[in-house]
């Protein structure tokens, strides 16, 4: 922590503490929103995809990801440091794909489970490919929004 920031936030705690119960609130929201986006992706998200085939994906991503989304960037719930990365829904699904595995759509239309997490047998292998991309997907839009920032200055 730097001393500005810290010096700063000693001044909000000064003036009453309601600078901490209002970041403790948004920290809450965050990680409710967070856990509703791991858990979205990886169980809403498929038996959507089977109910309602193309368009229950459609209705599944419009869903959980334009309500996290929202909350966290619009809503502004996650509280992220305007001069550091944003770390939210990405993480929160990768450690849903860590923790607790993946479930497939198999072609005849049943879900199973094809990847066990560390909390269901530790068979991390089936999550690699999901946090890769994830990875991939974070650091191209980190450089485009390090490109977009740049152009502000």
Do not use: C
């Amino acid at each position: 922590m730097t001393k500005g920031v810290l010096q700063k936030n000693q001044k909000f705690y000064k003036e009453g503490g309601v600078f901490y119960l209002m970041k403790l609130s948004r920290i809450l929201i965050g990680a409710i929103t967070g856990a509703f986006a791991g858990y979205g992706v990886f169980t809403i998200w498929p038996s959507a995809l089977a109910h309602w085939h193309w368009l229950g994906g459609w209705l599944a991503a419009g869903l959980i990801i334009t309500t996290a989304w929202w909350l966290n960037h619009y809503v502004n719930a996650f509280p992220n440091d305007p001069d550091g990365a944003w770390v939210d829904m990405a993480l929160a699904i990768w450690l849903s794909a860590l923790l607790g595995g993946l479930v497939q759509l198999k072609p005849s239309g049943e879900l199973i489970r094809s990847g066990y997490g560390l909390f269901h047998g530790i068979s991390i292998v089936p999550a690699l490919m999901t946090i890769v991309l994830e990875l991939i997907g974070a650091t191209i839009a980190g450089y485009l929004l390090y490109l977009f920032r740049r152009s502000d200055a």
